[in-house]
């Protein structure tokens, strides 16, 4: 073991006592989970037979995932798949989108030695896959003690993380070294990869198992739209413009309520704004805050058929809704993107054929945000003035063929998941399907 590795590993062990103190003050979800310690009718549902254990830590991830996991599923996976989240947002997720495939979900054991071997003694695992950016040394080296092979899925290395990570290239080389299989979600991703000295032997480019989700999701979603819009009350009266700023981080929520103010200034027709905070436990302090721009109605609160003018402003307090809502958008405003968060998924508003706009910080999806501005599908923004004349223009219909072609560049990326499935099908042997 690397001199690197064997300070991870001890730093864990010391840094537990304290991690596991506060945890157990704060009364956290899934305690007895995060030290590997599973109910017995969880763990007989894998008893004796071959588990692939999926990490994905929150619900981006979970929905990278899930092409991933019903693919495996639908191809004839003898094993059980087992799913772990970190965040309560995610396993709500995980049980929407995947319960059916899946034998159960579970949160993640902390990555600290002897209780990464509790958790894979009971789980006994055959292959383990993180997503995206989870990169557990200790599990990791428990999985190639047992023998078993480590796969990185949809790899995203974002310019931010690179950087961070160039601080310690030798621990950072190592940890990514314990995969078998890096699937990274583009070339730039995988060019990251290489210039931390990954060896670019184990690196193979599949895609993005986003835009397979999406595809998915929006292939279903369509039949709720008309149902939404009733809710929304967006048809009544017609002459309405709606814009969806989804994902808001604070201070953004500000910038998007100035934004609807100053287009309603100047258009004579009628605006709505969907205000859908990235933390929905927020809303409530949104709500209020927006109340000043208009009339607020929280989403939970509105009913299908109600009658009577459609709200001014709504802010969705609820999980699982965004998707949905970019479906009755004329334009879309991504949050975590004009506060330096990394941005949030572009690709999601994009799938419906909706102009998007984003603020300057999208390091965490920079390529498809690039290929959308080229398109001309997507546009930058830095303030509550640009992004009303952004309004004005979608409001118009002049930016709509952009728009779709944007959707139809996302529907010719797709299958990361199927080639995804074939790159990791020759690690757990063609006997085990």
């Excluded at 931390?196 to 198992?209: A, M, R």
Aim: charged share 25%; with cysteine.
């Amino acid at each position: 073991m690397s001199m690197a590795l064997s300070a991870y590993r001890l730093a864990s062990r010391l840094a537990f006592p304290l991690i596991k103190n506060r945890l157990m003050r704060s009364g956290g979800v899934g305690f007895d989970e995060r030290l590997g310690v599973y109910s017995r009718d969880k763990t007989d549902k894998i008893l004796g037979g071959r588990t692939m254990w999926i990490h994905a830590v929150s619900v981006g991830e979970v929905q990278a995932a899930g092409p991933f996991v019903s693919g495996a599923a639908e191809a004839g996976w003898r094993g059980g798949i087992v799913l772990s989240t970190v965040t309560g947002t995610g396993a709500a997720t995980a049980e929407a989108l995947l319960g059916r495939y899946i034998a159960f979900r579970m949160y993640a054991p902390w990555d600290v030695p002897h209780i990464v071997r509790a958790s894979c003694d009971a789980l006994n695992p055959s292959i383990y896959i993180t997503v995206e950016t989870e990169v557990w040394p200790n599990i990791l080296m428990e999985m190639r003690r047992r023998g078993a092979p480590t796969v990185l899925l949809n790899a995203r290395v974002s310019d931010r993380t690179r950087r961070r990570a160039g601080f310690f290239k030798a621990a950072a080389r190592e940890a990514y070294g314990l995969f078998d299989r890096i699937l990274a979600r583009g070339d730039e991703d995988a060019r990251r990869l290489i210039s931390l000295g990954v060896d670019s032997e184990k690196i193979h480019v599949t895609g993005d198992c986003k835009v397979d989700a999406i595809i998915r999701r929006m292939e279903a979603a369509s039949e709720k739209i008309p149902d939404l819009r009733r809710k929304l009350r967006i048809d009544a009266g017609g002459g309405l413009s709606c814009m969806v700023a989804g994902s808001t981080h604070e201070g953004e929520d500000e910038v998007v309520t100035a934004a609807f103010s100053e287009f309603r200034r100047g258009s004579s027709g009628r605006a709505m704004l969907i205000l859908a905070p990235r933390h929905p436990e927020r809303s409530g302090r949104v709500a209020e805050m927006a109340g000043e721009a208009g009339r607020v109605s929280m989403y939970s609160e509105l009913t299908p058929g109600s009658g009577g003018d459609p709200p001014e402003i709504v802010v969705v307090d609820t999980i699982g809704a965004l998707y949905e809502m970019y479906g009755v958008a004329d334009i879309v405003f991504v949050g975590g993107s004009l506060v330096p968060r990394g941005g949030q998924n572009i690709l999601e508003p994009a799938s419906w054929g909706v102009p998007v706009l984003h603020g300057p910080n999208m390091d965490d999806f920079a390529a498809p945000t690039a290929e959308f501005d080229k398109l001309g599908a997507a546009y930058e923004v830095r303030d509550a003035g640009e992004i009303a004349e952004m309004w004005r223009k979608a409001a118009s219909g002049g930016m709509k063929s952009a728009a779709l072609a944007g959707r139809d560049y996302l529907l010719s990326r797709s299958g990361a998941a199927k080639r995804s499935w074939e790159l990791v099908l020759p690690l757990v042997g063609h006997s085990s399907i």
